[in-house]
């Protein structure tokens, strides 16, 4: 009976975009090599992949090197070269367990274990299937633990272990619930066992219900399984009509060659059992024939395997002689670059020193006139010497002279601050006396009228004021001019309290001289912002100072 091995030869991962282009060929080659290998143009997939290999070992790009050693082995596997094959599954599972992580690992694993399951080296390959199978459990990808545990039933069953065969179907079973085609191999697996242990109603039962269910039967040989099931258990229970019948339908499928061979053999058997000797020998010809036609195919195979072991080794060889070429090229390059390198040299040599002559001529002449410029700057400075002592003169004069301006201002400011001072007293003063004036009770009195009287005769603010504005107006020019030019709306008392502020006297002086509140004096001062129509962020001094 065929084993039924889930085999996971083709391993082929698309890197991203975002990769370097040089990454990114690589795949490539990968990719193109794969599908030469699935059309059976095996010499032109490992070519592909030899280049794609050297370019990854050369670059360190261990997924790649991985990959395309993994693929080599997949085509020596396929053209029958089992040694070879297993000699580059074992360097890609160094290469995955140094520098790669388990998603590789197991797959190499589990192409190594099939290796050693076709040589028939059942306890190697049980080996290797229970570390793909525990990496998978370590991983939790429940699929993947399905898969290897029926790998490990059907080694089981090879080695007449029903009873661990049987129990690893059993686990597998589960696992594999979205996976049918896999459910439907393990349960073939369990009916081979139940056949092994003499079970063979049950396992034909089992083999008649999947017969049926099963959609795709070509899957991995799976109607060949179940017809091969149900003709031996009936040549057990020596049913043999039905026996042979079901052996021919098997024949019908058109079986590979290693298939056919077991079923020619199952099918002498059975004419030997039915003592129909001719025919149980025409099949035992029939088997030779198979065989002869197998070996052909081996031969062939062998053929092809050194065909394309010399196509590799060509291309190896003429890869080397690229190289090599490419080495000689590159000496050539560098030098070039050398005799290039000393011209350069020698040409700046050359051009550093006529540099040299020339900067040395331009030092000379730059000496000589430096010198000149240092006989013109001496006579240059000393009449800058002079006219410096002159302007220091003349500024002392002016200094001298604004000192004595702004002690006659300061004066000034003291004797206008004075008689202003003197003409609010007068002002209010007169205020009182309109006061009194103004009431009847004291307009009967006669000696207080005549009182009123010579103190009003005794004021004259008028005079005292024209007397300050005209000295004011000598010391501060045409300030004046130019605030009732600007303003004509102010009356006299509003020009008197702005002298005030324009000497700079503070709020609190103000008040005290006009015999006023603070608060009074700076409503006063508002209103007469107001009245010159001032904005509210403009500061009354200072706009006065700027007139």
Known sequence: MATRYLCFLFCFVFCSTALAQSVAQCDTLIKQGV?????????????????????????????????????????YYLILEYGEALNLYLEAYTIALKELDATQEVVVLNNIAILYSKEKKYDKATDYF??????????????????????????????????RARAYFTEALPL??????????????????????????????????????????????????????IAKSYGKENQLPLALDYAQRILD??????????????????????????????????ILKASEQLQEIKNGKLFESGKVKFEIQNYRNELALKESRLASERKIFYSVLAV????AAFVVVILRNRSLQYKQKKLVAERNQHALAFELEKEKSDNLLLEKQIIEKESLALLE???????????????????????????????ILSDLSQSPEHAKDTALVNHIKILKNHLKTDAEWDSFITHFEEVNQTFLNTLKAKHPSLTANDIRFIAYIYMNLSTKEIASM??????????????ISAKMELPENVNLYDYLASL
Request: proline share 1%; aromatic share 6%.
């Open 401 to 431: 002279q604004e000192r004595l301006k702004s002690e006659l201002e300061a004066r000034n400011r003291k004797l206008s601050a004075k008689a202003l001072y003197l003409s609010g007293r007068n002002q209010m003063i007169e205020d």
């Open 514 to 527: 006009l015999n006023v509140t603070p608060e009074a004096c700076r409503k006063r001062k508002e209103r």
């Open 253 to 286: 499928r058109r079986p590979n060659l290693d298939t056919k061979m077991a079923v020619f053999e199952l099918l002498s058997e059975l004419h030997f059992k039915n003592k129909t000797f001719q025919t149980a020998l025409a099949y035992k010809d029939s």
């Open 176 to 229: 594999l619930k979205g996976q049918p085609q896999f459910q439907t191999l393990a349960k073939i697996g369990i009916a081979d066992g139940d056949l092994q242990e003499g079970r063979t109603q049950l396992a034909r039962q089992t083999a008649f219900e999947l017969l049926q269910k099963t959609k795709d039967l070509d899957f991995n040989d799976t109607g060949i399984s179940l017809l091969t099931i």
């Open 340 to 343: 290039l390198f000393v011209i």
């Open 130 to 163: 229970l570390k793909a199978y525990g990496i998978a459990k370590d991983n939790k990808d429940d699929v993947k633990v399905g898969m290897y545990a029926m790998n490990l039933g059907n080694v089981a069953n090879e080695q007449g272990d029903t009873q």
């Open 35 to 75: 599908e030469a290998m699935q059309r059976g143009q095996h010499v032109k997939s490992l070519e592909l992949l030899t280049q794609a290999r050297s370019m990854a070992k050369k670059n360190r790009w261990h997924k790649q090197e991985f990959l395309a050693i993994n693929n080599i082995g997949a085509n």
